[in-house]
């Protein structure tokens, strides 16, 4: 069995942000390139998942050596994204499953989440009460995950199973800073990167 595998999904077309996120520069570094580095610094086995035609994000993860795959399902949704992805690895002992829009987080609550993956089966950090990103699914969670579908991500796998999710307070906003449109890029820039932010729901 391989180690685990931090999934980074990237397939989105970035509609509400106007134009591409995952290129917006963060620190004058393309945002999805940030945050797959941050993961790659703790999980050698990072993927950054995009869509089929995107070949020259492709390229340029690969010419700082972060592997990705072309999701051909990508349109259906992020669900069927994941689910698409997790299946890629299904030989992994579990996932750390993100999207890409969390560029602020820290590689210290990534290697966190790692730790909790030893002795939990679901796990994800907890900044000021607000649930955030990377979550942990163990390798039990492979049949469910693998049948999600559309829009919607792993929320029901975690609402069935909310009796096994261990909770990591954690001083690092970055796990629930995520961008959805360009407006939110000057605060969050602007404001210091261990303080709130906003969120969404796991998976």
């Known amino acids: 069995m391989q180690p685990i595998t931090a999934i980074i999904l990237a397939a989105g077309r970035s509609r509400r942000f106007g134009r591409d996120k995952r290129l917006e520069p963060i620190d004058n570094v393309p945002m999805l390139l940030r945050t797959a580095q941050v993961y790659q610094s703790v999980v050698p086995d990072t993927v950054v998942v995009l869509g089929p035609a995107d070949h020259e994000l492709a390229a340029l993860l690969a010419a700082h050596g972060i592997t990705s795959q072309l999701c051909s399902v990508s349109s259906d949704g992020m669900g069927s994204t994941l689910s698409w992805a997790v299946r890629q690895h299904a030989q992994s002992r579990g996932w750390l499953i993100t999207p890409a829009d969390l560029p602020f987080i820290h590689a210290e609550t990534v290697s966190k989440l790692v730790e909790a993956g030893q002795t939990h089966l679901l796990a994800a950090p907890l900044h000021q009460g607000h649930r955030g990103h990377p979550v942990w699914f163990h390798r039990?969670?492979?049949?469910?995950?693998?049948?999600?579908?559309?829009?919607?991500?792993?929320?029901?796998?975690?609402?069935?199973?909310?009796?096994?999710?261990?909770?990591?307070?954690?001083?690092?906003?970055?796990?629930?800073?995520?961008?959805?449109?360009?407006?939110?890029?000057?605060?969050?820039?602007?404001?210091?990167?261990?303080?709130?932010?906003?969120?969404?729901?796991?998976?």
């Open 140 to 203: 039990r969670y492979l049949a469910e995950l693998s049948a999600i579908e559309g829009e919607h991500g792993a929320k029901s796998v975690l609402t069935a199973h909310r009796q096994d999710l261990h909770l990591i307070d954690v001083d690092d906003a970055g796990c629930v800073r995520d961008i959805d449109q360009a407006s939110d890029l000057p605060s969050l820039l602007a404001s210091p990167r261990s303080s709130g932010g906003g969120t969404r729901p796991p998976g």
